[in-house]
Structures are given as C-alpha cells and as structure tokens.
C-alpha cells in the first residue's frame, strides 16, 4: 500500500515566487497535517484538516501561506510570495480514525530552498 | 511557547551503551505521548507510545518511562546500535474524538558509534 505521497521532493526557487507544494494522503486516512521542519525550531505543525475541513490553521506563519484540501486525495500548501525565511523541509501526514492511537504516517518531505 | 521540551539535543553513545533521551510538558490536557524515529531524508515515522496512565512501555529494546506526577517522560535505547543513530522526537497528544494533534519537541540527534 503507498504511503503519504508528497510532491515535488526538492525546489528551488527565487525570493517573490510562488510555491506550491502537494500531498496525496493515505487512502481511507480522514486527517491530513501539514508540519515544517527547521534546525532551529524543529517539526512545527502549520495547520490540520479533518474530512477535508481545515481544524487548526493557528500555526501558519503569516498570511503569505495558504492551504487547501479539495477532496480526501489531495491537499496543497502554497507560500506566495516565497521568502529566503520560508526555506525548510515541509512534512505532509495523515492518519486515520485509528489515529487516535497518535500515529501519524508522514510523506519524505519536500525540502524547499529560496535564494 | 514550547509546549514539549526535548534534552539532550544530541547524543553520542557506543555501540552497546545506553542511549537515554528525557522529554518535559507543561499541557495536562495532553493524553497520549508518542516518540518518533527520523531517518536522513525520510519523514518521522512512530517508534513506540505511552499513554499517561501507565508508567512504563518497552517493545524490544525501547523503553519509555513516564513520571506523571513531574510531568516528564524519557526513552531508553538498550543495548544501541548503529542503526539506531537517527533523529528522535518526543511529542504529545492534544484533542478529542477525531481532532486532535502531535506537539513534537525539538528532537535529539543519536550517533552511536560502532
């Protein structure tokens, strides 16, 4: 079975451009997250979505970050316009009903430089 | 506010040796204290969990030790390895029903040397 597929693994991208990074959760999965992770300030949840309903967007940084989940298969993170600040390795995860265990299943990551 | 405090930040220990990270919370809302395993290039992936009314939980050579009443919990890696030699993070559970969510700590870097 896939796991938590995210997409693309790597980007690199000047200061002032758009970025848009996707994830596929796990099929039958109703809770997807979105985290950052930084040397400084470690794995940071941005936001979460249950059923495709945003839950918790208190840890999006600023309002240059957007985040939407059109249906159970898919989910977007957008930073527009990027800034050398934003450059991290941002986690998708999704877990199930089952989930309330606390285990999430986390994609690779897409590391995201901006120069 | 950090709501999960992680110690040490990182962590050498021999081939053999014990490796021992300690975890700190504020939140007593928090109801389930699970630890994470990250690899180079991969995500964290579940390594083991507690639940705060039990004092301790091993699968394997992994231990988590839970003091309730300090608000502290710790994992003991027995016996390490190199394979173990990874990123860890401890985190904490807030929520109910189907909404909840992971507060993770900062993470220990482990290198066990062979």
């Known amino acids: 079975d896939a796991g938590v597929i995210q997409s693309p693994r790597h980007e690199v991208t000047e200061m002032g451009q758009e970025v848009t990074l996707r994830c596929k959760p796990i099929?039958?999965?109703?809770?997807l997250f979105w985290y950052r992770q930084t040397m400084m300030r470690g794995l940071e949840l941005l936001i979460y979505?249950?059923?495709?309903?945003?839950?918790?967007d208190s840890g999006m940084p600023e309002d240059r970050f957007s985040a939407k989940m059109p249906n159970a298969s898919f989910s977007t993170l957008k930073i527009q316009p990027s800034e050398p600040r934003d450059s991290a390795v941002y986690f998708c995860?999704?877990?199930?009903?089952?989930?309330?265990?606390?285990?999430?299943?986390f994609g690779e990551g897409s590391r995201l430089t901006v120069l | 506010q950090q709501q999960v405090k992680q110690s040490p930040q990182s962590l050498i220990v021999q081939k053999g040796g014990i490796s021992i990270i300690n975890c700190a919370y504020e939140?007593?809302?928090?109801?389930?204290f699970p630890w994470y395993q990250q690899f180079p290039g991969k995500g964290p992936a579940l390594l083991i969990a507690?639940?705060?009314?039990?004092s301790e939980k091993k699968e394997g050579r992994f231990t988590i030790s839970f003091n309730k009443s300090a608000k502290q919990f710790s994992l003991h890696i027995m016996d390490s390895q190199p394979g173990d030699s990874a990123t860890y993070f401890c985190?904490?559970?807030?929520?109910?029903?189907?909404?909840?969510?992971?507060?993770f700590g900062k993470g220990t870097l482990l290198t066990v040397n062979p």
């Open positions: 995860a999704s877990s199930g009903l089952a989930g309330r265990t606390g285990e999430l299943f």
């Open positions: 099929s039958g999965h109703n809770s």
């Open positions: 979505f249950n059923n495709n309903v945003p839950i918790d």
């Open positions: 939140n007593t809302a928090f109801d389930y």
């Open positions: 507690i639940r705060p009314d039990v």
């Open positions: 985190a904490a559970r807030v929520g109910g029903g189907s909404n909840y969510k992971l507060t």
